[in-house]
């Protein structure tokens, strides 16, 4: 079984790195009950750090790259779900039960999960939830409304015309 990783602040890992600059001691008279690769490490990020040394990355840069990486990431996971629904409903709009009762006859953006095990970022939904409807979509609603009226009254006569003789109905 792997020992757990131990955790040290970085205000330990200054003073151990400062400890290594100011006496000339080696990082293996330093590093008692540490291993010297994890001190050699430390040392060598804070003169990144610091521009003593310009042959790797610096925190920040550390930081960036693997916020772009986390990003990036997870617009390929949204990608992929995109794609999927694209492939699946061709014509048909996603729709869910995370939607808002006063937006269930609007379409909600195509980055909701299809699957049981898609994932997707909920920044797009909830910036979504929080928009008023739409003048198309208030529209298209009172057009949907007409149309089941006009079809609830064109069955109705329907089964009045073709409906067996001396049937009433």
């Not at 040290?8 to 006496?23: C, D, G, H, N, W």
């Not at 949204?78 to 694209?86: D, M, P, S």
Request: with cysteine; glycine share 6%; charged share 30%.
């Amino acid at each position: 079984m792997p020992r757990p990783r131990r955790f040290f602040p970085p205000e330990y890992k200054a003073e151990v790195i400062e400890l290594i600059r100011s006496t000339g001691k080696t990082v293996g008279q330093i590093a008692l009950d540490l291993t010297q690769t994890v001190v050699r490490q430390w040392v060598r990020q804070a003169d990144l750090d610091t521009g003593r040394r310009s042959d790797g990355l610096t925190t920040a840069e550390r930081e960036e790259l693997r916020r772009l990486r986390r990003e990036n990431r997870e617009l390929r996971e949204e990608r992929e779900v995109l794609r999927k629904a694209a492939v699946s409903s061709p014509g048909r709009p996603i729709t869910g039960e995370l939607l808002p009762a006063d937006r269930s006859g609007e379409s909600p953006p195509r980055c909701l999960p299809s699957g049981p095990r898609a994932r997707c970022g909920t920044r797009g939904l909830l910036r979504w939830s929080s928009r008023p409807a739409s003048v198309r979509t208030l529209a298209d609603q009172a057009l949907i409304e007409q149309i089941r009226q006009i079809s609830l009254l064109s069955s109705i006569a329907y089964y009045r015309l073709f409906a067996l003789p001396g049937k009433e109905l």
